[in-house]
């Protein structure tokens, strides 16, 4: 009786008739979608909301756990030891700062940007985090280049484990690459990545000590007479663009939809607004965003905002308030459409699969108001993913999509637009190097748009020089490629790792991503990468200072601060942590 209590309260003060429907359809519709917690043969909405509560409430007590042990040393969620609980994610935004001290010209930081609702009124609340993880390489080679865009947002909605997680570990894949894969480092020399993880903290702590509340909004009771389940604000309806509409929002302080007393009156809000708004440029914004509301921001605007949340494996972009296609529709199909080829999602845009409306939401703000592309992600198929899953699934369906996005930022209007290097191969020979490479409009494009049918007009690559750098004011004009093949001497080269970027351009004129890759002179041949990444599982023995050890803890202790590097020269360690220890070269 109490459990049945519990799910009658759940489900009118969880959810509305809007979001039943919604994620009936998004689980339904989506191609990738398990329909198990959506069974169509439930005649009402009640019994629908009761199976997809079952469901979850089966996952807490029964589920299987899958855990990778890279985890391990965070606090993680009961019963989801995939996932870091809010401790944790704060103690690994604290380990990649101090991480990427050992790893020259990376720069990871982080910043408190504001207070969360019970932080505000009493000391039991949470300081709103974000981090920033960019590289310095372009600087350190006496060059300057203009920096793409990517804001990532997760956790807005307690009740979504995977967000959080998916985020926390592309990020951390970033850091682990740079310097040692090719497209990472380039990617990150060249965008400045930020993220909040924990965008509604408050709620996520209760969450995660009760996993049967499904708690959704913040902690601000705003003078409410509901339950305590029920109070609070959905952050994700506060957002001050568009706000207050009755058609995707409520005024109903119980609702789950509840939009606050004002725009952006929400402390969570204020603190990512305020902070969105010093990163991406001013100079890009509209005067009256909500007068010029249809006026294009155009292909050279910068920057891309994610949200990302669960569930639903489906990708939604403005407008969402209503069902109006915005000014710069082509380009927010041309990169949904890219992005879809790495996840396999669905849309939900105007005329192209929209399910409801949502007022005072992130993405139709990041739009509205900044210019920046901003996108809502639906991971997988539950609130409460398994952890078998999230492995399985959700990382590999979304890592791709996110490096690709990040490869577009500096303009994310144009990019996608342009074609794709689908391949491509280094070989040296003595002093010649030889490149090969495919380019494709249509390759990573799974729905046939307009922007996705032209030729490939040529295609350019460019030795040791990213073509967005400038170099004593002027920037590379790059070598182009003949029968997609071109050989070069490279007798002036030093010897050691070079990189070759390269970029095709369509029949439009529109040009593409850039795709980077390593190569070694003196006949080595191009690196291979992924051997180079330090064990995260693995340690060594170390009889001399009688310890156990493993990477993490040796790249905290060599380099600069230098009191073991001696370990280095140990074959087992070196084995162990090539990176760390500068040994990709000979192990490779």
Not at 229 to 247: C, H, I, K, Y
Not at 280 to 286: G, L, Y
Not at 360 to 376: E, K, N, R
Not at 448 to 467: L, T, W
Request: hydrophobic share 30%; charged share 20%.
């Amino acid at each position: 009786m109490k459990w049945a209590m519990t799910l009658l309260e759940f489900l009118f003060l969880v959810y509305d008739e809007t979001e039943n429907q919604r994620l009936h359809q998004l689980v339904n519709e989506s191609p990738k979608s398990s329909r198990d917690a959506h069974d169509p043969s439930h005649p009402t909405s009640m019994e629908l909301d009761l199976s997809l509560t079952q469901d979850l409430h089966n996952q807490i007590t029964d589920h299987s756990e899958h855990s990778s042990s890279t985890r391990l040393q965070y606090t993680t969620i009961p019963n989801y030891s995939c996932y870091k609980n809010l401790e944790g994610t704060f103690d690994w935004i604290d380990d990649m700062v101090d991480r990427s001290l050992s790893i020259p010209n990376l720069i990871v930081t982080k910043t408190d940007i504001g207070d969360s609702f019970l932080k505000e009124q009493s000391s039991d609340g949470y300081d709103m985090i974000a981090m920033k993880v960019t590289g310095d390489g372009v600087a350190a080679a006496g060059r300057s280049t203009e920096k793409g865009i990517l804001f990532l947002m997760t956790g807005i909605h307690a009740r979504e484990l995977a967000p959080p997680e998916l985020v926390s570990r592309w990020i951390e894949d970033m850091i682990d690459g740079y310097g040692v894969d090719a497209e990472k480092t380039a990617i990150l020399d060249h965008t400045e990545i930020y993220a909040v993880l924990q965008s509604n903290p408050d709620g996520r702590k209760v969450l995660e000590g009760d996993l049967n509340s499904f708690r959704r909004k913040s902690l601000n009771p705003s003078g409410g007479s509901c339950s305590p389940g029920a109070l609070g604000v959905d952050l994700n309806r506060n957002f001050p663009f568009r706000w207050g509409l009755n058609s995707g929002s409520s005024s109903n302080k119980c609702s789950a939809t509840y939009r606050g007393q004002s725009a952006g009156s929400e402390p969570e809000v204020q603190a990512i607004v305020d902070f969105c708004e010093a990163i991406f440029p001013n100079e890009q914004r509209k005067p009256n965003p909500e007068q010029q509301i249809q006026q294009a921001y155009g292909e050279d605007a910068k920057g891309i905002f994610f949200d990302i949340h669960s569930y639903g494996e489906i990708i939604i972009y403005p407008w969402g308030h209503e069902e109006k296609k915005t000014g710069d529709d082509g380009s927010f199909k041309a990169l949904a459409n890219k992005l879809k080829h790495f996840n396999d999602y669905g849309f939900s845009g105007p005329d192209n699969g929209y399910l409801y409306p949502a007022s005072g939401a992130t993405d139709d703000w990041a739009y509205g108001t900044l210019g920046a592309l901003g996108m809502t992600f639906e991971l997988g198929n539950t609130f409460y993913q398994d952890c078998d899953y999230f492995e399985r699934n959700i990382i590999s369906d979304n890592f791709s999509a996110f490096t690709y996005a990040a490869k577009t930022s500096t303009a994310p209007y144009r990019i996608p637009k342009g074609p794709d290097i689908t391949s491509r191969s280094i070989s040296v020979s003595g002093d010649s190097l030889t490149i090969r490479a495919t380019a494709s409009d249509s390759a990573y494009a799974t729905v046939n748009y307009p922007n996705s049918q032209q030729a490939v007009a040529e295609v350019h690559a460019f030795i040791d020089i990213h073509p967005y750098d400038e170099q004593n004011g002027q920037t590379p004009s790059g070598i182009r490629l003949s029968e997609q093949s071109i050989t070069v001497d490279i007798s002036t080269l030093v010897d050691g790792k070079h990189t070759v970027y390269i970029q095709a351009t369509d029949g439009d004129g529109y040009v593409g991503p850039v795709a980077a890759t390593y190569f070694e002179k003196e006949g080595f041949g191009p690196t291979p990468t992924p051997a180079c990444k330090d064990s995260t599982s693995e340690t060594f023995q170390v009889d001399i200072i009688d310890m156990e050890q493993g990477c993490f803890w040796l790249s905290k202790n060599v380099g600069n601060e230098g009191r073991f590097n001696f370990l280095c020269e140990l074959l087992v360690v070196a084995l162990t942590c090539p990176r760390t220890c500068n040994k990709c070269g000979v192990f490779n």
